[in-house]
């Protein structure tokens, strides 16, 4: 890892949680248990669509310095941020940017390169401080993808599910724990989400599907797959074994990209208005819409509430930060 220049992002702005207005409000509904969002309220919520919420976020964007786009991917119970950039040379790099635990501000962005790699992604940060990701390796094409997490000690460490060729882990959960998938030469036929733990190591039978968040307990699960009768991309919950498709109300597709010990669910949906960040709670969808950007998607989503992901204005990729 290499340490560069301190946090330079713009000024904050604010992110309103909008509902669509052809949809109706979701009714509100019974949580159940107060760690999680139970079974009826998940699809009570696809029932009955996009929240009206009032809920509004304070929003600061990320730029990493120097960078041409910037995207933030996770975030840990403190606020420490970890995602990707491209810098001016056209090379995809991890950071880290570590909250500062004084002020409470954003402190300094940390790069981080996989030794020898020609492309990094940092996508996870666990409570330890632990990271997850992927890297490639000069030569390799575009459909390879090889994990690592990276120790506090600052060592990497390869993260391979048996059997499999290529591998993303994508969530790293308290006990360590990493989620994902895996794939062989292909992103589509071969793709399945997988859990890689102490546990056990287990793979998700769906379709293209990948593992992107989870409660600490693995009770509750989320992630995207691809139903093979429609084509559509659709995220999905897995409560104690169960499993339920989801789709915002009124999208073409929905991908889930992480869960919070709560339950709550963070992704991104596409509809005729274009791409959307979304949240779902008990009270059902909430749009995630960064003001005058042409396309939003959430990532990311801490114990606290607060959410991470990226915005293009401008025809640029920006990282953000969304908190309540």
């Not at 669509?49 to 976020?57: P, R």
């Not at 600061?60 to 970890?82: C, L, Q, Y």
């Not at 094409?141 to 994990?147: E, I, L, Q, R, S």
């Not at 669910?265 to 949240?279: D, E």
Request: glycine share 12%; proline share 5%; net charge neutral.
């Amino acid at each position: 890892m290499n340490t560069s220049t301190r946090w330079t992002g713009s000024a904050h702005a604010r992110v309103a949680l909008c509902a669509l207005a052809a949809l109706t409000a979701c009714a509100e509904v019974p949580t159940g248990s107060s760690s999680a969002l139970a079974p009826a309220a998940q699809a009570s919520a696809v029932r009955q669509g996009i929240a009206a919420g009032d809920e509004v976020f304070g929003f600061t964007s990320i730029d990493v310095p120097g960078a041409v786009s910037t995207t933030a991917s996770g975030i840990a119970p403190r606020g420490d941020v970890v995602g990707w950039f491209v810098d001016v040379a056209g090379k995809t790099r991890g950071f880290l940017l570590e909250k500062n635990s004084k002020s409470g501000d954003a402190g300094t962005f940390t790069t981080i390169d996989y030794p020898g790699s020609v492309r990094t992604q940092a996508r996870a940060i666990a409570p330890n401080g632990e990271i997850v990701g992927t890297y490639r390796r000069a030569g390799e094409p575009a459909v390879n993808a090889h994990g690592f997490r990276l120790t506090r000690k600052g060592a990497f460490v390869d993260v391979d599910y048996p059997g499999a060729i290529n591998n993303i882990p994508q969530r790293i959960l308290p006990d360590g724990t990493i989620l994902g998938c895996r794939h062989d030469n292909d992103f589509m036929a071969s793709m399945r989400g997988v859990a890689i733990g102490r546990r056990g190591n287990e793979e998700f039978a769906e379709f293209a599907s990948m593992h992107n968040g989870a409660t600490p307990d693995l009770r509750r699960i989320t992630g995207l797959y691809t139903d093979m009768l429609s084509g559509q991309s659709r995220g999905y919950l897995i409560d104690d074994g169960v499993f339920t498709p989801l789709m915002v109300p009124g999208s073409t597709e929905t991908s889930a990209w992480d869960m919070n010990p709560k339950g709550e669910i963070v992704g991104a949906y596409r509809n005729a208005a274009g791409l959307h960040g979304f949240l779902l709670t008990a009270d059902g969808y909430r749009s995630i819409d960064v003001s005058a950007a042409t396309s939003s998607r959430a990532y990311g989503i801490n114990p606290t509430g607060d959410i991470v992901g990226e915005f293009v204005m401008g025809g640029r990729t920006h990282g953000f930060v969304a908190t309540r």
